[in-house]
């Protein structure tokens, strides 16, 4: 099992930023690839980052490339998802989610923290 516990999300202004941290326990997490994902209302909920643990690969999609960056701390078992130029359009719940293979896609994943509000406002 993997236990996951998000943080850092809050209100912001348009064009500010935020770090979001998602604290691991259970497992360590050399063989797994984390991901952030976002939902907002009535919205389905999707992948804005991945990175594989082992050598530190990451994908984002083009919906974020250039303004959010995931990284790894290996001590203290945790990842970050650094996310700047928010715009209103980035207010969302965030989840971090941890999964035995890269994958784009909530149903690949296992394990899931219970969420971050992250609040842009214009």
């Known amino acids: 099992q993997v236990q996951l516990v998000e943080s850092g999300g809050g209100l912001v202004q348009a064009g500010g930023s935020l770090r979001l941290s998602c604290a691991a326990s259970g497992r360590t997490l050399s063989s797994y690839a984390m991901g952030w994902f976002r939902q907002a209302p009535g919205k389905e909920r999707d992948v804005v980052g991945v990175i594989r643990w082992s050598n530190g690969y990451t994908y984002y999609p083009d919906s974020v490339k250039g303004r959010f960056t995931i990284s790894r701390d290996n001590v203290k078992n945790t990842v970050y998802l650094q996310m700047n130029s928010l715009q209103p359009e980035d207010t969302a719940v965030y989840y971090c989610?941890?999964?035995?293979?890269?994958?784009?896609?909530?149903?690949?994943?296992?394990?899931w923290g219970q969420g971050t509000q992250v609040t842009v406002s214009s």
């Open positions: 989610a941890a999964s035995g293979h890269i994958g784009l896609t909530r149903h690949e994943y296992d394990y």
